[in-house]
């Protein structure tokens, strides 16, 4: 483990004992994340991309959640060897998270700056007047107006733009090394998105924190990463450099994503969008060798016999696939 | 309401307010809300207000029906009993014993009940079936019965009465909070306390609980009409407050023997009894359609 990746996680496996089986959501997924560095996980629905960030906080459902193998390194230590007790003292702390829903993250019996307060209140001892400031400077921070009189508003009287930097201003009150931001901006309407966005790319930079950054959208990952890991069934299939990932991308998947991104004044004669045939497989009935094979424009021989490893192609790409052994 | 009215009422103040304004144009809530305060002044100002001594006998006033009957005399508006106690002071202090019983009895169940059904809600599996399994067998039990089961146990007294209608109101808290709290675990807030490090302990009681106050206030008012009603059953039974404390259900069972001879004696308490109990039912119903989401308009 180098000391200049402040997240290794290493094989994760995060399984669920369902009825019919055990689910596996997160099957031997890899990953790294440098200071001051976004990656972006990208995938489908149900591909398994927020349950990875779950499972660095360590919030899956146990029962039927379980973390059936693996090491998460953070800043050198494997999280997932840590006591309960320990564990609450970096949630919120060391990494924080943001969520999907704004309108239903937020506890609608309390004031937004106390909410924010929470949080400072956990972990750190301050006096109340010291707690206040803090609240102020970090709702300032993530550019609320008139912060003093806002943090006395409630939910309810906070549109879902607001609401989302509320969200933000508790992730980053006690100045976390690392936010994972699980679709932060995909309950929002556009402009808003965009301005959101904008402040967290911003705030990775007034604050230096690193950024794991899950999105089913392509656009925003080119916005927001420097680093791209592709999701596909529980799966890393791709990961590469954000620029690499988009100029080059290797595994057809990735391939099939990119090329079913809608260009827009091509001419007067749009082109038919193009689409991945097939559906993502149940994660019951996961198909024998590659996962993708299936759905695949590359057929080889051995698609269909063994699972693919993971080849370095250089350059720090990496892709899942017989097409590159 | 006029639209800017409304535009305001619900962008500027905390939604208690527009709780508390419905609850307000509820019509039967408020003439719950109206009987059960006048009946907690008459409690806390009872030395002040009642013409006489509630303990005071007169062997001379034995009795005395009410003012409207022809031998009725100003001295005694509703007559007295048969040891010459002013009715109307008994009734007033009467109030104090029953509110009193109810703030504590209700207490009880509130507490245990909230804590016991908080904990079967947030923890579920072993400790839910543990927790649920003791209410049902709670409630397995005719409600009085039990009651007096207990205060047979812990001796009669207004004191082990209290304690009793608290214990078997228990489980009627323990069931509604464990319902809410479940419902409440699966809202994203919870996942977002848990995010940023909170204890177990702070998330069932400074994260979740507090969204589940709504049904609890209303069971808490409708309860406190039934323990007034069961404490008047233990008191009429003999087991609850002892002479000469005078509490309504004890004046019922005193005035029995006579209700042919003076009727008096004993339908007064009968209708302080039925005006508490209703005014606390009516402000509970109101409670529940202010506060449910489900009824807001």
């Known amino acids: ?325 | 309401m006029s639209l800017w009215g409304r535009i305001t009422s619900s962008e500027d103040r905390h939604p208690f307010f527009d709780q508390i304004e419905k609850l307000f144009k509820n019509r039967t809530g408020l003439a719950g809300l109206i009987i059960i305060v006048v009946f907690s002044l008459a409690a806390i100002f009872a030395p002040l207000i009642s013409p006489h001594d509630p303990n005071e006998n007169s062997l001379y006033d034995q009795l005395k029906p009410p003012i409207w009957n022809q031998e009725g005399s100003t001295k005694n508006l509703l007559g007295t009993d048969d040891l010459g106690r002013d009715m109307l002071s008994r009734l007033i202090y009467g109030a104090r014993v029953s509110l009193t019983l109810g703030i504590v009895s209700v207490g009880i169940a509130f507490l245990c009940g909230s804590l016991l059904g908080a904990m079967a809600g947030y923890y579920k599996g072993w400790p839910d079936n543990l927790i649920m399994r003791l209410m049902d067998i709670i409630l397995a039990f005719p409600h009085i019965l039990l009651a007096i089961v207990i205060v047979a146990y812990l001796g009669p007294g207004l004191r082990n009465a209290m304690m009793a209608i608290g214990i078997i109101n228990i489980p009627r808290f323990a069931r509604i909070v464990r319902a809410s709290v479940m419902d409440e675990y699966e809202k994203d807030y919870v996942t977002a306390a848990k995010a940023v490090g909170s204890s177990s302990r702070r998330i069932i009681f400074n994260t979740i609980f507090p969204n589940c106050l709504a049904p609890i206030i209303v069971q808490a008012s409708l309860g406190f009409g039934a323990a007034i009603l069961d404490a008047a059953g233990l008191s009429f039974l003999g087991l609850g407050a002892q002479p000469p404390l005078s509490e309504w259900g004890a004046m019922i069972a005193q005035g029995r023997a006579m209700i042919l001879r003076a009727w008096w004696v004993m339908t007064f308490p009968g209708i302080a009894i039925l005006l508490a109990v209703l005014g606390f039912n009516l402000l509970g119903d109101g409670l529940r359609d202010a506060l449910d989401p489900r009824l807001r308009d």
């Open chain 1, 1 to 325: 483990m180098t000391t200049e990746n402040l997240l290794e996680i290493r094989n994760l496996k995060t399984y669920f004992d369902v009825r019919g089986g055990i689910l596996k959501a997160v099957d031997d997924v890899s990953l790294t994340i440098k200071s001051g560095e976004t990656l972006g996980l990208v995938g489908e629905s149900g591909c398994g991309k927020s349950v990875t960030g779950a499972s660095i906080m360590r919030l899956i459902p146990i029962p039927p959640g379980r973390i059936a193998g693996g090491e998460i390194f953070f800043e050198g230590i494997d999280i997932l060897k840590l006591p309960e007790s320990e564990m609450r003292k970096v949630r919120g702390n060391k990494i924080s998270m943001i969520f999907q829903e704004p309108m239903t993250s937020l506890n609608p019996v309390f004031t937004v700056g106390d909410q924010v307060a929470e949080v400072i209140r956990l972990h750190e001892k301050l006096s109340q007047r010291e707690t206040r400031e803090r609240v102020i400077e970090t709702f300032r921070l993530v550019r609320i107006p008139a912060p003093d009189s806002r943090i006395e508003e409630y939910p309810h009287q906070m549109s879902g733009g607001m609401r989302q930097r509320v969200m933000i201003a508790m992730a980053l009150a006690c100045h976390p090394k690392l936010m994972i931001a699980d679709e932060p901006s995909t309950a929002l309407d556009v402009t808003i998105q965009a301005q959101i966005l904008d402040l967290m790319n911003k705030l990775k930079e007034e604050t230096g924190a690193s950024i794991l950054f899950i999105t089913h959208d392509l656009g925003v990952i080119a916005e927001m990463a420097q680093r791209v890991a592709v999701m596909y069934a529980g799966k890393i299939m791709e990961g590469a450099d954000v620029d690499a990932l988009f100029s080059e991308p290797k595994h057809p998947y990735t391939m099939g994503l990119m090329s079913s991104i809608p260009i827009l004044g091509i001419g007067k004669k749009q082109r038919r969008l193009s689409t991945i045939p097939g559906v993502v497989p149940s994660l019951f009935k996961l198909p024998k060798g590659c996962l993708f094979h299936d759905r695949c424009s590359v057929t080889l021989q051995e698609c269909d016999q063994s699972e693919p490893p993971m080849i370095d192609l250089g350059n720090s790409h990496f892709v899942r696939c017989h097409k590159y052994v």
